[in-house]
Structure formats: structure tokens, C-alpha cells
């Protein structure tokens, strides 16, 4: 029988766990989670890169096909057995319980490197703070004789030695004579300047450690001690932090959107965004890249919306959530990139380059280009400090979701011992990733950082969900799953057998499909362009192989350490636990006439 004690008048679990205080709670905190930094600075390049407005139609079919499905049935199985991520699946399937240990993994992973972007964009928001910006110009320590603020190329033709000048199209208000620069002698922009040699003083590759970047270590201290006042109560602090954390994002892309449309260049941007290129729909690596880009997106596999769903009421509507929260996600990212490539298209006239040329992403895009592009309005220092802040917030929300479901999956293991110390347990977890986080503000910090967006949550976060699929798929059952779920939202939900279907068949099917052709098309992890050595892919790795061992090392502890005969063992280890939370509660309908009748009662 299960640890918890239930309430048999209204099905409702006793208040020891805890619930989300409001609906709006748990709907913000998912789309904040689901609302990340990807959304912002790797869709719209992805988007521009893989057929422009063509590659909404792969982007959109592996939503249907993969992206709802398995947020759906993620939400589900956490909601209807109020459990996190390690607790979850000895319900469901035990044998398989390995998986949330992989989830935990991956979360703790991402969750290190993700705190040190978080940490970045407190640095460059502080920066902002100087008048003038100090990646507006070349004129401080750290700048080369190959920087230059307004970069005009020569004529492809021209025969006049360097240096020559010529008259250069009006940037804003700054007009006169420019340097003119041949195609083929290398030139470095202020902003990449201050971030390579100032900001992280980069060494020549992940070998050359170098010292700590002290300012930096300083600003990911910050970073988790605001993370830490926000999750050390629970879902208690972190549902209402998202109140401001996931909606200020939004205020900020329509503000910066504004700002972008008025800009000289928008629309070349924007076209270059939009303009569909049907022939990249026959390139395989479009739809590779379209399936990844909706899974990570989403945030699927990390174990974070098992255990938001988990602090559900029982009767929640998970279906209509899983719509919305997918949707808003999507749609999110479709904006932002309106958003990027409107200052994208700035850039581009501004320094004379054509749009590929400037567009980009991941750090580059936050770090180098947007700075870069905020230097040259008026009243910079005030774009930077919303852009960077705007940043911050995007970051913050996943961090919350991350932490909470280590945290979670702990205290659900040993409630009786870690539930009243739930704030200690935060200030450790907080305290061990900081620790485990200093080797990226190292000289090298940026490799490391790259090897781990690589490697944690690359590949073998898609083998972990494709284990996801067949636990729940085939072993709890997909028919049987559906039938939780209507026993908790009251109705069939719309779609009924394409849900089954997609658990059972289609997303697991997708998935593998990706996940060899990932495989088969590896190439090592690079930074700027450069290839890491073969030691430092070993250890990424290495770091890959951490989470995904769970799988087949918990299956195996399992089965060598149950009793009975082996036919008896593996049959005691893929049956469902029958005593489940949900199990125990009545169905929605019972619910809902119940309720009814002690309101008429009451009424009388």
C-alpha cells in the first residue's frame, strides 16, 4: 500500500505534499519552463538556416508527432500518481525505474551550465550600467589592432591598398569617412572583443584552464543565491516568483519588437526569416533538426513536468494544459524570432554584410551580435539592461524546474525523513552545482560549457524518452494510460486513439529514427568553429553515458536483487502497481456528483 494516507470524502491528498495554491501557479510555471533561452536565440536561426518559413511545415508535423504527445503524457502519468520523477516510474513500471534516475541526471547537468548563462547575462546587465557601453567602442586594454566599430569591405575590384577611405552610408546619426577594409583581412567587432578578452579572457582551447574568472564566479554566486530564495519553500515561492519571471518575458519581446521594426534593415531581416526555401524540405537534416528543436524545446525528458503535474489536483484538465502550454511554447518561438531577426537585419546594412553573414546563435547571438546591435541605438544602456534582464527571467524558470525536481525526487524517496528539511536539501543542491559550475568560469569555461550543451542532454536525452515511451507505451500500457486520464479529466480527450497510437507507435518510432541518424551523422563538439581534442569528446561522453547507464544498471540491480524465480522476478518487475494515487481516487464523474450532492446537502 502506498506511503500516503487519502481522504475518502473527496479523493483529495492530505496537505503534507502540498499543492500548487492557484491553477494560474502551475500553467505559469510550465510555460515558463517550457519558455527558455533556446526559444529566444536558437529557433529563429534554426528557422532561417533550415528553409524559412518552410520550416515551419517539419517544425509544426513533429510537434503533432512527437512535441505534444509526449508533454501530454508526461503531465499525465505525473498527475495521476502524484509522485516525481523516481517514484513515478517504480509505479508504473518498475523495471524501468532507471529512467528517472537518467531524468535526474540530466537535469542535474543542465542545470550547472544553465546557471552559468544566467550568470553571464548578470554580468553583461551590470556592464550595461556604464556610459558609454563598453563594447561600443575600440578604444579599452583589451582591444586589437583588428577591431573596428563601423566595418566598410572594398569593392571586390578595388585596387587601392589598405588603408583607404570611403564615404560610408549613415549609421543613425554618425556620418563621415570609414575605413575601408579588404574581404580578405580579418576584422573583430568591439562587442566580440570584450567578450573573448575581457569577459572571459578565453584561453586557446579547453586544455589551457587559466585562472577563474572571479567577477564571474561572483555573478553565478548571485545567480544561485536567487535561485535558492525562490525554491527553498517549495512550490509555495517558486509559483508565485513565475508570476512576474514568465510574463515579463513577454512584455519585453513586444517592447524589443517595437524597437526592432523601427530600425533601418528590419525588414531585410525579417524577409530573410520568412522567405520559404521549398528545396530544404527534402534535406533530412531539416527534419532532424525540427524534431530536436520541438523536443528540447519543450523541455520533455528532463523529469520537470512530471513533477510540476505531480503538485496538480487530482481533477486538473491535463489535456487542455498540454494543448496550451505546447501552443503558447511554439508560438513563442515563432515571435521571437520577428524579434532577433529585425535587429539581425539592422546589423546587417549597418556593417555592410549580407544577413547570413550576421545572423547567428546560441552565445554568439546573445553575447556578441544583440550587444552589438544595442551599442548603435540611442539610449543603449537602457536596451542592453531590458535585453539581458529579459534573459535572466527566460533562464530563472527553467532553473526553478530543474531544481525542483531533484529536490522533489528526493523527498519522495525519504518524505518521512526530508519533507520538514525541504529548505536544507534546497541549500545543499544549490550549494553542490555552484561548486560543480566553477569550472566553467574558468578561462576555459566556455568550452566546458559547450562540451556540456553537447553531450548532457544531446543524444542521450533522446534515448532516455525512447525508454520513456516503451515504459509507458507498452509496458504500463497506452490504453491503459488513456484510461487514467479520462478517469481524471471525465472525458475521452479529443483525438482519443491518435494519442495511443502516437505513445505506442508514432513518437516512439520518430524518435528512434532521429536519434540513429544522430548517430550516424556525429561530429565531434567545436567552439568558434574550432573542433575540441578527442580527450575532451571522451569527456563529454563520458557525461552523456551518466545518465543514460541508469537505465540498463537499475533494470539489472533490480532483477538480481528480487525474489522468486527469474520468470517471477522479471513478471513481479513489469506489472503496474495497483495501489497508485489514482487508483485509489474515484473518477471525475463520481467526483463531480458527489461534490454536487454535498453542495445541494449543504444548500438545504
Known amino acids: 500500500m502506498s506511503e500516503k494516507k487519502y481522504i475518502e470524502d473527496n479523493g483529495e491528498e492530505e496537505p503534507e505534499r502540498g499543492h500548487w495554491g492557484h491553477k494560474m501557479d502551475f500553467l505559469l510555471s510550465c510555460i515558463g519552463y517550457a519558455v527558455g533561452l533556446g526559444n529566444v536565440w536558437r529557433f529563429p536561426y534554426l528557422c532561417a538556416a533550415s528553409g524559412g518559413g518552410a520550416f515551419l511545415i517539419p517544425y509544426g508535423t513533429m510537434l503533432i508527432l512527437v512535441g505534444i504527445p509526449i508533454f501530454f503524457m508526461e503531465l499525465s502519468i505525473g498527475q495521476y500518481s502524484q509522485e516525481g520523477p523516481l517514484k513515478v516510474w517504480e509505479n508504473l513500471f518498475p523495471l524501468l525505474k532507471g529512467v528517472g534516475y537518467a531524468m535526474l541526471v540530466c537535469s542535474f547537468g543542465v542545470g550547472i551550465y544553465y546557471n552559468i548563462i544566467i550568470a553571464w547575462c548578470y554580468y553583461f546587465m551590470f556592464a550595461s550600467m556604464q556610459n558609454p557601453l563598453p563594447w561600443a567602442s575600440c578604444d579599452h586594454d583589451w582591444n586589437t589592432k583588428t577591431c573596428r566599430v563601423n566595418v566598410v569591405r572594398c569593392p571586390e575590384n578595388a585596387t587601392l591598398p589598405p588603408p583607404t577611405t570611403m564615404m560610408a552610408t549613415p549609421i543613425g546619426n554618425i556620418t563621415g569617412n570609414v575605413t575601408c577594409i579588404p574581404a580578405n583581412f580579418p576584422v573583430t567587432s568591439p562587442s566580440e572583443e ?30 544561485w543565491i536567487v535561485i535558492y530564495f525562490c525554491i527553498f519553500k517549495g512550490i509555495k515561492s517558486s509559483g508565485k516568483v513565475v508570476y512576474f519571471s514568465a510574463t515579463f518575458p513577454y512584455v519585453v519581446l513586444v517592447i524589443l519588437l517595437i524597437r526592432g521594426v523601427t530600425l533601418r534593415g528590419h525588414l531585410e531581416g525579417i524577409t530573410f526569416y520568412l522567405t520559404p526555401r521549398w528545396e530544404k524540405l527534402a534535406d533530412a537534416n531539416v527534419w532532424a533538426s525540427a524534431t530536436t528543436q520541438i523536443f528540447f524545446s519543450l523541455s520533455v525528458g528532463f523529469g520537470g513536468l512530471i513533477t510540476m503535474a505531480s503538485y ?62 544595442v551599442a548603435q541605438m540611442p539610449v543603449s544602456q537602457l536596451w542592453s539592461i531590458i535585453f539581458f534582464f529579459m534573459l535572466i527571467t527566460l533562464g530563472m524558470d527553467s532553473q526553478f524546474a530543474f531544481m525542483e525536481t531533484i529536490i522533489t525526487a528526493a523527498v519522495d524517496e525519504y518524505p518521512a525523513v526530508l519533507r520538514s528539511k525541504k529548505w536544507i536539501i534546497s541549500l545543499i543542491g544549490c550549494g553542490a552545482m555552484y561548486l560543480f559550475g566553477l569550472p566553467c568560469v574558468t578561462q576555459a569555461g566556455a568550452y566546458v560549457v559547450q562540451l556540456l550543451d553537447d553531450h548532457v542532454a544531446g543524444i542521450s ?93 537499475i533494470a539489472l540491480f533490480k532483477l538480481f536483487t528480487a525474489n522468486g524465480s527469474w520468470s517471477e522476478r522479471f513478471r513481479e518487475l513489469t506489472t503496474p502497481r495497483d495501489d497508485k494515487f489514482g487508483d485509489l481516487q474515484m473518477s471525475y464523474i463520481e467526483h463531480k456528483i458527489r461534490k454536487d450532492e454535498k453542495g445541494l446537502a449543504e444548500h438545504n
Open 312 to 373: 496538480n489536483q487530482f481533477y486538473n484538465n491535463c489535456f487542455r494544459d498540454s494543448l496550451m502550454v505546447s501552443l503558447i511554447n511554439c508560438g513563442t518561438s515563432f515571435f521571437a524570432g520577428f524579434v532577433i531577426f529585425s535587429v539581425v537585419g539592422f546589423m546587417a546594412v549597418s556593417s555592410g554584410r549580407p544577413v547570413e553573414k550576421v545572423a547567428d546563435q546560441g552565445v554568439s547571438l546573445a553575447f556578441i551580435v544583440y550587444p552589438a546591435a
Open 194 to 223: 570584450y567578450w573573448n578578452r575581457e569577459v572571459l579572457k578565453i584561453s586557446k582551447g579547453i586544455s589551457e584552464v587559466g585562472e577563474i574568472r572571479w567577477h564571474l564566479a561572483l555573478c553565478l554566486l548571485l545567480a
Open 461 to 553: 536525452l533522446l534515448i532516455l524518452c525512447i525508454f520513456e515511451c516503451i515504459a509507458v507505451g507498452w509496458g504500463y500500457g497506452a490504453f491503459r494510460l488513456a484510461k487514467d486520464i479520462e478517469k481524471m479529466i471525465g472525458y475521452k480527450p479529443f483525438l482519443y486513439y491518435w494519442w495511443i497510437l502516437c505513445w505506442k507507435f508514432i513518437s516512439l518510432g520518430t524518435l528512434l529514427f532521429v536519434t540513429v541518424f544522430k548517430i550516424v551523422g556525429y561530429t565531434p563538439s567545436s567552439y568558434g568553429g574550432k573542433p575540441m581534442p578527442a580527450w575532451a569528446d571522451g569527456v563529454g561522453w563520458f557525461t552523456a553515458c551518466c545518465s543514460m547507464v541508469f537505465i540498463p544498471g
